[in-house]
């Protein structure tokens, strides 16, 4: 058994920050990273960047994931956008609004945070925003065998 001693001159100033670890694409936390975004904006799967289980990417390039718009509740208004002349209506949808507003919306599709397409799950949430993933209390990476190499509750 394992133990953590915690000490404080003073209990209501204790302070505990969390840990964090390095997100891999692929790995436990991070599989839903699966394009990739050029310096000239093109996207690719990443499956064409890896080598023997590793992103082998491009200078410039961004792995990146997408993500919602919208929650439920309330109602979005349709917002008409445009890029290089074609034109594009992002749909709320009945019952839902706008996770940023409507104006957060245009300023994410005028940064280029927005895959160029209609649909609703089209915000990029790129790995480099924030690379790590908090470490918790699961431990994925052991055995839970007992000294025996008995494994669940129907064993002594």
Not at 25 to 53: C, H, M, Q, W
């Given at each position: 058994?394992?133990?953590?001693?915690?000490y404080?001159?003073?209990?209501?100033k204790?302070?505990?920050?969390?840990?964090?670890?390095?997100?891999?694409?692929?790995?436990?936390?991070a599989?839903e990273?699966?394009r990739?975004?050029?310096?000239?904006?093109?996207?690719?799967?990443?499956?064409?960047f890896?080598?023997?289980?590793?992103?082998?990417?491009?200078?410039g390039?961004r792995?990146?994931?997408?993500?919602?718009?919208?929650?439920?509740?309330?109602k979005?208004?349709?917002?008409?956008?445009?890029?290089?002349?074609?034109?594009?209506?992002?749909?709320?949808g009945?019952?839902?609004h706008?996770?940023?507003?409507?104006e957060?919306?245009?300023?994410?599709w005028?940064?280029?945070?927005l895959?160029r397409q209609?649909?609703?799950?089209?915000?990029?949430?790129?790995?480099?925003?924030?690379?790590?993933?908090?470490?918790?209390?699961?431990?994925?990476?052991?055995?839970?065998?007992?000294?025996n190499?008995?494994?669940?509750s129907?064993?002594?």
């Amino acid at each position: 058994m394992h133990y953590v001693f915690w000490y404080a001159k003073d209990k209501e100033k204790v302070k505990s920050n969390h840990l964090y670890i390095d997100q891999v694409p692929g790995e436990e936390g991070a599989k839903e990273y699966k394009r990739v975004e050029l310096k000239d904006g093109t996207i690719f799967p990443i499956s064409k960047f890896l080598i023997n289980g590793k992103a082998n990417l491009p200078s410039g390039a961004r792995i990146f994931a997408t993500g919602g718009l919208v929650s439920s509740g309330g109602k979005g208004e349709d917002i008409k956008l445009e890029y290089f002349g074609k034109k594009y209506t992002l749909r709320c949808g009945q019952g839902r609004h706008w996770k940023v507003g409507e104006e957060g919306i245009k300023k994410l599709w005028e940064k280029g945070r927005l895959l160029r397409q209609e649909g609703l799950r089209i915000y990029k949430s790129y790995l480099d925003d924030f690379p790590y993933k908090r470490i918790n209390n699961v431990w994925t990476d052991t055995r839970g065998e007992n000294q025996n190499g008995l494994c669940g509750s129907n064993f002594i």
